[in-house]
């Protein structure tokens, strides 16, 4: 998330400070002090790069940035930004939109990179190759704990190990090489696509269930109904109609529909942004906030027709529901009709975006709800869905 919608939604620079000084208390045991100053600041951010770091940053705390700064799009777009990049983290305290100062002063030093995310703030050690993850002071704590929860009862190749954790917060080893979404080589990033596709389908052969399929649609339609009459007082969603509407495509493949579904644990969120490729080209899954019970075809959903992105609808609803996203593993004569999984789908994503929007303060999210909805409602019109 960058900093301009943070600064737009929330009291940034109050929660970042309160936040950063629990952080080292809860987890370092140390008492730190960080205020915005101008005078003797040894932690800057700069435009574009989001993150406090020391005017003076070490080679290894480097790599953060040119890691998050690794653009798919073509060479010389590539080129242009790692030079804006590097001109950023060898000007010092030139140019930078705010200065701040962390005390005691060797709390700051060169290894050291302060990234606020959309509801947490990570700390990376570059020096003891620890990352530390505290959530937002004033946050619901619902997603936090759930992937605490996720994390500690699952024991996967494709996970990262937590090493301490706590009520708040939790440490783990700083990965190098890029997230998906900044891989340029095009074979790793299918690589990484088709390890992640497997590391899911892994995920839900070890935990698939059947279920009532008519009851299991009808649990998320009732709860998407209850949220949006929540979401059109405390967000102010404009699209509250729409989302009711498009639940009426139940009446269209209610006679489609079969005894039994598959259900089973999800991530909830596995676009190319929570995928990691290291160097040696393993895959890693992170930002385990939303992992929950799913159908079995939702994360490969997401992820094989990008349903995070414009367009990802069209092409998910021209599908046939083919073996590429499936992980219920089914007979052909025991398969689930393309309509229902495509409705199940519809359905499961409505409700990821509706209970993250609610998570969030004040009436932020908003707008972002509209626009996804307003996306998928025009997916359905232009293509159908049964």
Request: glycine letters at 4%; hydrophobic letters at 40%.
């Amino acid at each position: 998330m960058d900093l301009s919608s943070m600064l737009d939604r929330e009291d940034f620079f109050g929660l970042l400070s309160s936040t950063v000084e629990a952080y080292y208390k809860e987890a370092e045991h140390a008492d730190v002090k960080l205020t915005r100053q101008k005078k003797d600041a040894n932690l800057v951010i700069k435009p574009k790069l989001s993150a406090l770091y020391p005017p003076k940053l070490s080679k290894a705390a480097q790599a953060f940035f040119y890691s998050e700064w690794n653009v798919r799009g073509g060479k010389w777009k590539n080129l242009a930004v790692k030079a804006y990049v590097f001109v950023m983290l060898h000007t010092g305290r030139l140019f930078s939109s705010y200065r701040f100062h962390l005390e005691p002063q060797e709390t700051a030093g060169r290894d050291l990179v302060i990234a606020p995310n959309n509801r947490s703030i990570r700390f990376f050690n570059y020096k003891t190759g620890v990352v530390g993850c505290r959530i937002k002071d004033g946050f619901s704590d619902k997603y936090f704990k759930n992937q605490l929860q996720f994390r500690l009862n699952h024991r996967y190749d494709f996970l990262l190990p937590l090493e301490r954790w706590g009520e708040k917060w939790f440490t783990e080893p700083i990965l190098q090489g890029h997230p998906l979404a900044r891989v340029t080589d095009e074979a790793l990033y299918q690589k990484g696509v088709s390890d992640a596709l497997a590391a899911v389908r892994t995920l839900a052969d070890d935990t698939v269930r059947r279920v009532d399929a008519r009851a299991y649609l009808a649990a998320l339609r009732e709860r998407i109904i209850t949220l949006c009459a929540a979401a059109r007082e405390k967000k102010r969603i404009k699209t509250a109609d729409d989302t009711l509407r498009l639940l009426d495509i139940f009446k269209i493949v209610e006679d489609k529909i079969p005894a039994e579904i598959p259900v089973a644990m999800s991530h909830g969120d596995l676009q190319t942004g929570n995928i990691w490729v290291e160097p040696n080209g393993k895959t890693i899954l992170y930002d385990w906030e939303t992992a929950g019970e799913r159908s079995v075809w939702y994360d490969s959903a997401v992820l094989a027709y990008s349903l995070r992105r414009p367009y990802g609808w069209r092409r998910f609803l021209r599908s046939q529901a083919e073996d590429a996203y499936r992980a219920d593993r089914t007979a052909p004569s025991d398969r689930v009709p393309p309509a229902i999984v495509k409705y199940a789908v519809m359905l499961e994503n409505i409700l990821f975006h509706l209970e993250d929007m609610m998570e969030l303060p004040n009436d932020w999210g908003g707008d972002i709800y509209d626009h996804n909805l307003l996306d998928l409602k025009n997916a359905v019109t232009e293509v159908g869905i049964a």
